[in-house]
């Protein structure tokens, strides 16, 4: 089992960036693709974005512009720069991966405050 560590997440104001990082425990070819999801107080866990193996990307509408995924094979990572944060990214923060294998992390806090 591939495990998935996030880290990154913290207190930021709005207007400001984080870079949260995913690091697998083993090859991230372990998975078809890896996914960035979010979950606030209250609410249901949501997809922010997307990269396959492949390099294919996507985002939810409410972070097109503002978040990048991208991933570093050789080091097993995958990231998500989040830029101009308002207080509706505070949210909990996970990295799955899924394919074959299924894996989440246990999830990174973002908090964004006014």
């Known amino acids: 089992q591939v495990q998935l560590v996030e880290s990154g997440g913290g207190l930021v104001q709005a207007g400001g960036s984080l870079r949260l990082s995913c690091a697998a425990s083993g090859s991230i070819f372990s998975f078809n693709a890896m996914d960035w999801y979010r979950q606030a107080p209250g609410k249901q866990r949501d997809l922010v974005a997307s990269i396959t193996s492949g390099g294919k990307i996507n985002y939810a509408d409410s972070v097109k512009g503002r978040f990048t995924i991208s991933r570093d094979d050789a080091k097993n990572t995958v990231y998500l720069e989040m830029n101009s944060l308002t207080p509706e990214d505070t949210a909990v923060y996970y990295c799955?991966?899924?394919?074959?294998?299924?894996?989440w992390g246990q999830g990174t806090q973002v908090t964004v405050s006014s």
């Open positions: 799955y991966g899924r394919g074959l294998l299924r894996s």
